[in-house]
């Protein structure tokens, strides 16, 4: 297959950010579902560089094993399938399992270029957290057995290389497809999703689909659940390529691709609609006003408050509000019902304008501290610390919160480059 050469240039480890680019961002369209084999194709197909990619991964220092791309069709379609051929012996389909430990060393001795260490790792620890809590054990003590071989792994680590390739800051994500019925793994036949994929998709949106059996592999929902920063429509972006990774089945109904859309950020910020559902309330308690908040919080509301109101008779009162995505609104209706005192409820359709945003941690006298980063096209227009980073590290040094949110803040207007992290990933470090 003929494959088109990325523009981009891996960065070397040392390098700082260019900070006067406008900022790259990755949209995958998961309308069948999605592998591990998938997301790095689509990148391939997008224009990341095999040869590149291929010499990325070498430096893993793996054996028995060969990479190649071809041009496949799916349902009439044509798209990218990437593939790991194995040699390696041992159990399973020829492939040895291991464990957290052994897949981040391995990871940081590569000396991988630009973010593609930070992201690979990352996925690999909310990988081995999941893994923890299905099967009670430790996360050090969790022995991967499809993601820990050594195709899985290639799918992990090439996929952060290919974004690097691309020069990829942010990664968004459509809804996720789950599949239906069973998937044989190796601790047997599991019902789909299998309970790892399904505690991976916590937090995030997913779709329904007809695919019978796995739409979307564990893989795959590590690698878009950590990397994502936002599900749902595509964002407002200037397209620049668009990639189509092919998955192993021919039987689906829709073709097996995975599209992802590589851009530029719109330097208008982004842009979506939303729904506000607000209840007057005037006889309920402060007990269970906070107890919707906290339903209406877990449900996937984005925002909840309540803003005190005078109502009939000069009666004190809360306006009860919610900001959520249509797909969640009669569930927002439905919490407020039935956990206050209210008999109707509001619902108004909203247009929202975002900053594109991003996490980078600083270092400080009390630990890493993430900071957020707002950003207008290339203009960077708020950059705050994470209050539950600055919260946490407080507590630990016995200091003030305010000096925590002092010391990270002068860390990031003068000390060197921040590192970009995920939401979780300074939390599950000091773990």
């Known amino acids: 297959m003929q494959m088109r050469q990325g523009k981009s240039k891996l960065r070397s480890l040392a390098s700082p950010p260019e900070e006067d680019l406008p900022m790259a961002i990755a949209y995958f369209d998961c309308f069948a579902g999605a592998g ?89 620890r909310r990988l081995a957290a999941v893994e923890a809590k299905v099967h009670g054990v430790g996360a050090d003590q969790v022995h991967f057995h499809e993601v820990g071989a050594i195709d ?38 599991l019902p789909v999703p299998s309970p790892a994929t399904a505690r991976l998709l916590v937090n995030a949106l997913v779709a329904a689909t007809d695919v019978d059996g796995e739409a979307t592999t564990p893989t795959a929902a590590a690698v878009l659940t950590e990397l994502a920063e936002g599900f749902g429509g595509m964002p407002a972006m200037r397209v620049s390529a668009v990639g189509c990774g092919a998955g192993s089945r021919q039987d689906t109904a829709l073709p097996n691709l995975l599209r992802v859309f590589v851009g530029e950020a719109d330097p208008a910020g982004q842009a979506d609609a939303v729904v506000e559902v607000s209840a007057n309330i005037d006889d309920c308690t402060g007990e ?33 509000s919610a900001l959520c995505d249509q797909a969640d609104a009669d569930r927002a209706e439905e919490i407020i019902l039935s956990e206050t005192t209210t008999f109707g409820v509001r619902r108004h359709p909203a247009g929202r304008t975002k900053l594109t945003r991003e996490h980078k941690a600083v270092e400080t006298p009390f630990g890493p501290i993430r900071m957020k980063i707002g950003r207008r096209g290339n203009r960077e227009l708020s950059a705050s610390p994470e209050f539950s980073d600055c919260q946490a590290a407080a507590r630990a040094h016995n200091v003030p919160v305010r000096q925590v949110m002092a010391s990270a803040q002068q860390a990031y207007s003068s000390g060197p480059p921040a590192r970009h992290v995920g939401p979780g990933d300074l939390q599950r470090d000091r773990q």
């Open 288 to 320: 269970v006003l906070g107890a919707a908040i906290d339903r209406l919080l877990e449900a996937g509301c984005l925002d909840v408050w309540a803003t005190p109101i005078y109502m009939k008779k000069s009666r004190p009162a809360w306006m009860l």
């Open 36 to 124: 591990g084999d998938m997301i790095v194709a689509s990148l391939i197909d997008a224009g990341a560089d095999f040869t590149l990619l291929e010499g990325e991964l070498a430096k893993l220092g793996a054996a028995g094993y060969g990479l190649s791309v071809n041009s496949v069709q799916r349902g009439g379609l044509v798209g990218a399938k990437f593939e790991v051929r194995v040699d390696e012996p041992g159990q399973g389909p020829g492939q040895p399992a291991r464990n957290l430990p052994a897949i981040l060393e391995m990871i940081a001795r590569a000396g991988l270029a630009g973010r593609a260490a930070d992201r690979a790792s990352r996925i690999f």
């Open 152 to 189: 899985s792994i290639m799918d992990v680590v090439g996929a952060c290389v290919a974004l690097e390739l691309l020069d990829v800051d942010s990664v968004y994500c459509s809804a996720i497809p789950v599949g239906s019925g069973t998937v044989r793994t190796a601790h047997g036949e």
